[in-house]
């Protein structure tokens, strides 16, 4: 299974694995599913950080590609394609960051690791949490 983080689950798996059911988690440590980290996570983390939203997520900030390498996931980029595709999704979601992770996700057929209920709004994108 190849599934991509959302930035809560990426936080939570490098934070606080506890807040991760054991499911989730377990799922996470099976070498046999691929991981992946949305860049928009990196970008969603930033902004956060500064904005003084994450005070507890400076080691990832400061430690961004350490974060993702010690839970081997690789990062996404963000394509011209994902970033229309979020923009044009006529869903009634305003976080830009779970627009492009859902149409990330939906591009890619990924499924998306996530325990927030607002992505069943967008049809097409297989969730777990």
């Known amino acids: 299974m190849r599934l ?3 930035t809560h689950v990426l936080l939570w ?8 059911s054991s499911h989730l988690r377990g799922t996470l440590e099976d070498s046999r599913h691929e ?11 930033a902004t956060k ?5 994450l005070a ?3 080691s990832v900030v400061h430690n961004y590609h350490q974060a993702i390498h010690g839970l081997a996931a690789t990062e996404l980029p963000i394509s ?3 970033a229309l595709r979020a923009g044009l999704w006529q869903v009634d979601h305003r976080d830009p ?9 939906a591009q890619q057929e990924l499924v998306l690791a996530t325990t927030d209920p607002a992505f069943s709004l967008f049809a097409g ?5």
């Open 35 to 45: 991981l992946l980290v949305s860049a928009a996570s990196a970008w969603e983390i």
């Open 4 to 6: 991509l983080l959302d």
């Open 56 to 58: 507890h997520a400076a």
């Open 97 to 105: 960051f779970d627009r492009i992770l859902a149409a990330q996700a």
């Open 13 to 20: 798996a490098v934070l606080e694995p506890h807040k991760l």
């Open 80 to 82: 011209g394609e994902a």
């Open 49 to 53: 950080w500064r904005l003084g939203k």
């Open 125 to 129: 994108v297989e969730r777990l949490s």
